[in-house]
């Protein structure tokens, strides 16, 4: 599943490629994503010029003057972009083209849990949208670190785990990037997120890395752990796997 890194890099791209650039066309060959594309998309977009394209958590977003396109890559979506002079056959599960000033950007999805969907601009801010009114700070955010969310999850009862996965306190922390930052935080995962020990929690700032390469929890069960040998452990919580350190995290 797409992470938030990996939105962030398409985001990019597309904005590199494609800010400035005009909508000549849109060509729809499949209407079932994980909510039906609008039957009037294309004519929504045409003409139109792309302002930006940004994020906000996963969602990407192509600013354009009137209105702005949701765009979710859902389980298994991907943007690519080619030049129109050179365009390559459309593969299986393109569903979805913009043709922008001689590039054209295709959405492939197999799986289908992507989405586009457009938001006029007479319906108010994009950022007040009922997919992005719920979620949490950024956590590139400036004022987002320990003690931001040390506030944020005061009096909360559900595990650390879990509330860092929900995405409505911090956007886009994945199982791994859960996993990972409790470990070297050196949180339990059960431990619950209004309890004492989240002080800890500064120490995830600055954690980098690509998922699994550089995990030293996720993915890792009964082998040692590097801080100190002890065994990492599995255990799964809301059905999704989490890994840890029996002896360095604490609840
Ligand atoms: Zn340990």
Avoid at 145 to 166: E, F, M
Avoid at 170 to 191: C, F, K, M
């Amino acid at each position: 599943m797409p992470e938030l890194p990996e939105v962030e890099v398409t985001a990019r791209a597309l904005a590199q490629r494609l800010d400035g650039c005009t909508v000549e066309a849109v060509r729809i060959h499949d209407f079932r994503l994980r909510w039906p594309v609008p039957r009037r998309l294309a004519a929504q977009l045409a003409g139109r010029r792309i302002e930006h394209i940004g994020r906000r958590g996963k969602y990407l977003l192509w600013h354009m003057g009137e209105g702005v396109l949701l765009s979710h890559l859902g389980m298994s979506g991907s943007w690519r972009i080619h030049e129109a002079a050179a365009l390559p056959p459309r593969q299986r599960h393109d569903h979805v083209e913009l043709v922008c000033d001689g590039a054209v950007a295709r959405f492939n999805d197999p799986r289908r849990f992507g989405a586009l969907l457009w938001h006029a601009r007479e319906h108010g801010d994009v950022l007040a949208h009922p997919l992005l009114a719920g979620l949490g700070i950024e956590p590139f955010d400036r004022s987002f670190g320990g003690d931001w969310l040390w506030q944020a999850t005061r009096g909360r009862r559900t595990s650390i785990k879990q509330v860092l996965l929900a995405g409505t306190t911090v956007v886009g922390v994945g199982n791994i990037y859960a996993t990972e930052s409790l470990h070297r935080a050196r949180i339990d995962p059960r431990a619950e997120a209004g309890g004492s020990t989240l002080r800890d929690f500064s120490s995830v700032q600055g954690v980098a890395g690509r998922y699994t390469d550089f995990a030293l929890a996720y993915d890792r069960a009964g082998l040692p752990c590097a801080r100190c040998g002890t065994p990492i452990r599995r255990l799964v919580q809301g059905q999704r796997a989490t890994y840890y350190c029996p002896r360095c995290q604490r609840r």
